[in-house]
């Protein structure tokens, strides 16, 4: 039996590396799952979502931390556990500094890494920051490859990774595999997002965090909002704050005061997926929420100037609007104005990033490469 690591550091992380864990339980690989708690809170709040609890944790988050310290404590961290606990595989997954210091850590003990989402690429190094150098560091490092769509895999064949095919598979992202099942739960959303939201009228659904926005986009992107509201009187808006104090002053700063923007923690992860259900417009510069966006058919402004996930925008489901006040007020009110927009949406084909079976390609993946060395 192969002794695997799953590495998860922060809300993303544990979301959509949730399903793979699960997946490969039910296959009986002996998992362990190690959390370098970069996020604290939020990490483990998406991590109970799927009934995991990790099995080591660092612990290493402080306020308002520095990449440089993120990055030497989980490489001290995932170090010393590898030194103890022999592995035959590590996964990590996607761009943090999480995913990136936990694949140096293994590369320095010769320990094969497999990069769940791999492939993305911006190809700008400062958008998102530092997310891009981290996915390219990832999978230079990385033995196996779960590319989420084909263009993730040719970005990867076109680098010159020595990819095969019994290393490089295109399996979707294994986010659509946690939405799925958490529809499939049909669970009410709590009581209090059902207080918060009491409101039957139209419904904007906000989430921002990304640390190339700090301070001037993302005042810009609140002032945005307040523009919106004064245009639209029957409109409310819930923003779900990132624990990150740096975001929550611009936010509250800026929005605090107003009485049609609810201001509230991060949500579980069923009730961020019923909000996205009973919005009418999602603002975001989220990179699982384009995906998710994408599987529910809402229409999603993506509030960064560049996305390495272009299937959402070529599908005509999410429009790239940077972070200009003007040009997300212009496009929000036109998609809130214009009734047939949703309609239009669920005639858009399938979901460009999975159709709920990731996890369990990543896990052929796995047992194939073991098959054939
Ligand atoms: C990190 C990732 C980013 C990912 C995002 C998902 C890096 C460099 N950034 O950004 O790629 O998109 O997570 O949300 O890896 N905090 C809490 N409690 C929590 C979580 C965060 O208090 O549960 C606060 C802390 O003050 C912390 C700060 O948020 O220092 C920033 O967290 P950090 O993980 O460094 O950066 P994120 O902006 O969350
Ligand atoms: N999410 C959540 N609760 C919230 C906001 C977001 O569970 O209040 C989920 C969301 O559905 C998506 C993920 O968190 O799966 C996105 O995390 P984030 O935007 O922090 O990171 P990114 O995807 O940009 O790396």
New binding site residues.
Partial sequence: MKNITCIV????EAIKMAPVILALRDDRFRVTVLSTG??????H?ALSTFRITADIDLSI?????T?DA?TAKVLQGVGYFLDRAEQDLVLVH??????MAATLACFYRHVPVGHVEAGLRSHDLDH?F??EA?RIITDRLSTLWFAPTERAAENLRREGLPVTENSLFITGNTVIDALQATIKQKREPSAHLQRAMRHQGPLVLMTA???ESWGKPLESICHAIGDILEARADLQVLIPM??????RETIQAILGQDGRVTLCE?LDYPDFIWAMNRCDLILSD??GVQEEAAGLKKPLLVMRNISERPEAMEQGTAELVGTSRERIREAALAILSDESYRERLLNRGANPFGDGSASKRIVQGIRRYYERR
Avoid: Y
Wanted: hydrophobic share 15%; aromatic share 0%.
């Fill in positions: 550091g922060t809300r993303p970069q996020h604290s809170h939020m990490l709040q988050m402080q306020e308002r931390q990449l993120v996607g761009d943090t500094t999480t995913t998102p530092p997310e981290n965090h990304r640390r990132h624990k990150n104090p740096s975001v991060p989220s990179g």
